[in-house]
């Protein structure tokens, strides 16, 4: 299983398309972990078929994400970005990419291409999306 991520403009039915859009292409969705902050949603799903999860979605407007991004929640604080990198680093895990998906104020959502997508989810995961929103 792989997970796929969408990143969409936080509204109501959002979640509803997206699962109506998956399960009407017959993508069964094992996991799901959905997070709001600064007008945009993460939703981040594990299927068994990430790619035609990944085609079925692109083809109704949304912008997806799969492997080796990872999502993380922080403080919007200075100096916490660096913290997580430093953790990266000390792990010597790469930082390929990183985009800063929205922020509120108080938090920030930020999405980090690694080159060890796994050894960072458990170096990171007090921070994971996932783990922070839905417990597990």
Avoid: C, H, W
Avoid at 17 to 24: A, F, H, T, V
Avoid at 68 to 96: H, Q, R, Y
């Amino acid at each position: 299983m792989k997970d796929v991520t969408v990143i969409a403009p936080d509204k109501v039915g959002l979640l509803a398309d997206i699962s109506y859009i998956l399960g009407k292409a017959k993508v069964n969705i094992e996991s799901i972990a959905v997070t709001s902050v600064g007008g945009k949603s993460v939703i981040t799903v594990l299927v068994k078929n990430s790619q035609k999860a990944m085609d079925v979605l692109k083809r109704n407007g949304f912008k997806v994400s799969s492997g080796n991004v990872i999502f993380v929640k922080l403080l919007d604080t200075p100096g916490k970005l660096s913290e997580v990198a430093k953790m990266l680093a000390d792990n010597k895990i790469n930082v390929e990419n990183l985009n800063l998906v929205s922020r509120d104020g108080k938090d920030s959502i930020v999405g980090i291409a690694v080159n060890r997508p796994r050894k960072a989810k458990k170096v990171l995961e007090q921070y994971l999306v996932e783990n922070s929103e839905v417990g597990y």
